[in-house]
């Protein structure tokens, strides 16, 4: 019996999953530009997308908010996103089986 490096994938599946992951990226990025200001720079700071991530202090310091704020504007982004990206992330078993 064969055994296979656990990274192989048939032939064809890594472009499609390429492809997805670009798909995925460019859903993310629209989603992420629809929310109001605060919100979208609350998570561009967070999750590092111009830099380093900041923490939730940091990007208090710097939008003159505080901590709970930010968790708080963070956790409302979150679920702004829900609809826009239902469907995006998929369960690792879930990709395995694809």
């Keep these: 019996?064969?055994?296979?490096?656990?990274?192989?994938?048939?032939?064809?599946?890594?472009?499609?999953?390429?492809?997805?992951?670009?798909?995925?990226?460019q859903r993310r990025k629209r989603a992420v530009a629809g929310l109001p200001e605060r919100e979208r720079r609350i998570l561009e700071l967070r999750f590092g997308f111009d830099g380093p991530p900041a923490s939730l202090e940091q990007i208090g310091r710097e939008l003159g908010l505080t901590r709970e704020r930010v968790r708080q504007l963070e956790a409302g982004?979150?679920?702004?996103?829900?609809?826009?990206?239902?469907?995006?992330?998929?369960?690792?078993?879930?990709?395995?089986?694809?």
């Design 77 to 98: 982004a979150f679920e702004q996103l829900a609809d826009p990206l239902e469907g995006l992330v998929v369960d690792e078993d879930e990709a395995r089986a694809a």
């Design 1 to 25: 019996m064969e055994r296979h490096h656990q990274g192989w994938r048939p032939a064809g599946t890594r472009e499609r999953g390429d492809q997805r992951f670009r798909r995925g990226a």
